[in-house]
T-cell receptor, first 114, second 113 residues
């Protein structure tokens, strides 16, 4: 069975500092990996995905994520955080080449302090 | 906005009520999903309707009943709910086979008294 772990419920970072939101996964075979963001009173919004190719994936709003197969991780990063980045972030995984559905993590609340 | 709409945005109901949640997309997507979002828990996939498959999470109680009359509309019928069913219910759609991103609606905040 596939699973996703987001070990931190809450991440706080000062505006202008780099941020990292952690995600590790477990899946049979090669993974498809995703990050979504949820702002208050809104649905989830797609940020970026890893399917194949370059391990560093760039997405919306200056976010990027690095796929590390040996560590089964897909951490979300941004070089310089903005207060407007404060939101709930979800990591998700599904096996490649499969019709199986996405499995989401429990989410990490990111707060960027001014 | 993602182009996926949900109504109502908020719903308060008693345990004996019957209500329905509605999801609509006119994006030409051919897969639609219901998720339950509870605080500090992973999103729980409840139902999937697509050209390739119809999936039901066997752990979802029968008091939740989905209906998908066409590729643009998805309903979640609710009856005799319990207080623990209070959550944010999210609808999502996906363009088609081989495309992986899902597009989410804003959700319906459900409170069961």
């Amino acid at each position: 069975a596939q699973s996703v772990a987001q070990p931190e419920d809450q991440v706080n970072v000062a505006e202008g500092n780099p941020l990292t939101v952690k995600c590790t996964y477990s899946v049979s075979g090669n993974p498809y990996l995703f990050w979504y963001v949820q702002y208050p009173n809104r649905g989830l919004q797609f940020l970026l995905k890893y399917i194949t190719g370059d391990n560093l994936v760039k997405g919306s709003y200056g976010f990027e994520a690095e796929f590390n197969k040996s560590q089964t991780s897909f951490h979300l990063k941004k070089p310089s955080a903005l207060v407007s980045d404060s939101a709930l972030y979800f990591c998700a995984v599904r096996p490649s080449g499969s019709a199986r559905q996405l499995t989401f993590g429990s989410g990490t609340q990111l707060t960027v302090l001014p | 906005e993602t182009g996926v709409t949900q109504t109502p945005r908020h719903l308060v109901m008693g345990m004996t009520n019957k209500k329905s949640l509605k999801c609509e997309q006119h994006l030409g997507h051919n897969a639609m999903y219901w998720y339950k979002q509870s605080a500090k828990k992973p999103l729980e996939l409840m139902f999937v309707y697509s050209l390739e498959e119809r999936v039901e999470n066997n752990s979802v109680p029968s008091r939740f009943s989905p209906e998908c009359p066409n590729s643009s509309h998805l309903f979640l019928h609710l009856h005799t709910l319990q207080p623990e069913d209070s959550a944010l219910y999210l609808c999502a759609s996906r363009p088609g086979q081989g495309t992986n991103e899902q597009f989410f609606g804003p959700g319906t905040r459900l409170t069961v008294l």
